[in-house]
């Protein structure tokens, strides 16, 4: 079931490179993760607990969810992730498609 949270977006950023952004904000690197296993990349995101009273916070709107997320993306083959940043609440996750060379088409001359 997908809640829609956080929102993302997936742009070509070259013939065989690919960006997902992810609306991040309020998280920090440390409660981030990005895990690829196989085909699946998942993203998660974990607020830490924070129960020191003197530190809570009372709203009087809060808009902003920050709340506990798991996102996860079907990488197509041969598709791996190059890198990953975040910078003013958007997570970065850079994919490459690499395509051994084994695995490409070849031209085969025919002698004659």
Do not use: C, W
Not at 39 to 51: F, I, M, P, Y
Not at 54 to 59: E, I, R
Not at 68 to 85: C, H, I, P, S, T
């Amino acid at each position: 079931q997908d809640t829609g949270y956080p929102p993302y977006n997936i742009e070509t950023t070259g013939e065989n490179a690919y960006r997902i952004e992810i609306a991040v904000a309020g998280f920090s690197p440390d409660e981030l993760n990005i895990e690829v296993k196989e085909n699946l990349l998942t993203v998660t995101g974990r607020k830490t607990a924070n129960d020191d009273t003197a530190t809570q916070k009372t709203y009087l709107h809060r808009g902003l969810a920050e709340r506990d997320f798991e996102r996860r993306f079907q990488l197509a083959d041969y598709v791996r992730v190059k890198g990953a940043d975040l910078k003013n609440g958007l997570l970065h996750i850079d994919l490459v498609r690499e395509v051994p060379e084994a695995m490409k088409p070849r031209k085969i001359e025919i002698n004659g």
